[in-house]
């Protein structure tokens, strides 16, 4: 069996969406609430917004990456100014243990949004274990202060982006992850040392490279051996030329975009 989910990107693609038609949604951007030069939204906002999409979903997994921004997404007053190489900079969840006011607003949330749905969260730019253990020790402790003041709230499984290499090198570091999912946008990047937003290396940014799908491999087989589940999200999901090497590495859960996700089901089932 495959399981096809679907990414979103705020809380209005729900509309172009039939829940009936994917088995929920592998990733939710977090971004949308945060622009740059407004306000950072507080724990009343985000809650609404993350449970309008788990309400939607009728009960299917919903997975919500914690903010990434940083990198090509900056945020004023945020985001560090004046890094030299902001994609290896203070970036995703390197970011957040850093602004510990601004994740523990998110944390809490999403904490309260779990009671409404099937929620995941997702950790984005993991590089080394010991982001997994205190973020997850910061979600335990804004648990702890919700239920003290008596709100319902529901701890959700805690997992990882898989794309830093280094996570994908040696994914048995990385057992305190409820789950991965790779995203292959980033990992390629890294992997290729090409920029994706260089249209003059756009020919070395090419996700379906040898050594991409090595990677891809070694962590699908590391969730079996383990029983981590293990999906993609990143574009090469959306592409029916990609199918057939990412299903030979093992996987048997994406998530693609809306608008591919027929394209995706009719590739499946020539297969």
């Given at each position: 069996?495959?399981?096809?989910?679907?990414?979103?990107?705020?809380?209005?693609?729900?509309?172009?969406?039939?829940?009936?038609?994917?088995?929920?949604?592998?990733?939710?951007?977090?971004?949308?609430?945060?622009?740059?030069?407004?306000?950072?939204?507080?724990?009343?906002?985000?809650?609404?917004?993350?449970?309008?999409?788990?309400?939607?979903?009728?009960?299917?997994?919903?997975?919500?990456?914690?903010?990434?921004?940083?990198?090509?997404?900056?945020?004023?007053?945020?985001?560090?100014?004046?890094?030299?190489?902001?994609?290896?900079?203070?970036?995703?969840?390197?970011?957040?243990?850093?602004?510990?006011?601004?994740?523990?607003?998110?944390?809490?949330?999403?904490?309260?949004?779990?009671?409404?749905?099937?929620?995941?969260?997702?950790?984005?730019m993991v590089t080394v274990p010991d982001e997994i253990s205190r973020s997850a020790?910061?979600?335990?402790?804004?648990?702890?202060?919700?239920?003290?003041?008596?709100?319902?709230?529901?701890?959700?499984?805690?997992?990882?982006?898989?794309?830093?290499?280094?996570?994908?090198?040696?994914?048995?570091?990385?057992?305190?992850?409820?789950?991965?999912?790779?995203?292959?946008?980033?990992?390629?990047?890294?992997?290729?040392?090409?920029?994706?937003?260089?249209?003059?290396?756009?020919?070395?940014?090419?996700?379906?490279?040898?050594?991409?799908?090595?990677?891809?491999?070694?962590?699908?087989?590391?969730?079996?051996?383990?029983?981590?589940?293990?999906?993609?999200?990143?574009?090469?999901?959306?592409?029916?030329?990609?199918?057939?090497?990412?299903?030979?590495?093992?996987?048997?859960?994406?998530?693609?975009?809306?608008?591919?996700?027929?394209?995706?089901?009719?590739?499946?089932?020539?297969?």
């Open positions: 069996r495959m399981d096809l989910l679907v990414n979103a990107a705020g809380v209005e693609d729900r509309a172009a969406i039939d829940p009936a038609s994917c088995d929920g949604i592998g990733l939710m951007r977090a971004e949308f609430l945060f622009r740059d030069g407004a306000p950072l939204p507080d724990e009343e906002t985000q809650y609404r917004a993350y449970r309008r999409v788990l309400e939607w979903a009728g009960g299917k997994p919903v997975t919500i990456r914690t903010l990434d921004i940083g990198g090509d997404k900056p945020i004023s007053g945020l985001t560090p100014e004046g890094e030299a190489n902001p994609f290896l900079g203070l970036r995703g969840v390197r970011l957040t243990l850093a602004r510990e006011e601004v994740f523990r607003t998110q944390l809490k949330a999403l904490l309260r949004a779990g009671v409404h749905g099937t929620l995941k969260v997702m950790l984005p020790a910061l979600l335990r402790a804004c648990h702890a202060e919700l239920s003290a003041r008596g709100v319902p709230c529901a701890i959700p499984p805690l997992g990882i982006m898989v794309e830093v290499p280094a996570v994908a090198v040696a994914p048995e570091l990385f057992g305190a992850a409820q789950f991965f999912s790779i995203g292959s946008n980033d990992l390629t990047q890294y992997v290729t040392a090409s920029s994706r937003d260089d249209a003059r290396v756009a020919a070395l940014n090419d996700p379906s490279h040898p050594a991409v799908l090595r990677l891809i491999a070694g962590v699908v087989r590391h969730g079996r051996e383990t029983g981590q589940p293990v999906s993609l999200c990143g574009d090469m999901a959306s592409e029916p030329r990609h199918l057939n090497a990412l299903l030979d590495a093992g996987l048997t859960s994406l998530s693609v975009a809306p608008a591919r996700l027929a394209a995706i089901k009719a590739a499946i089932a020539e297969r």
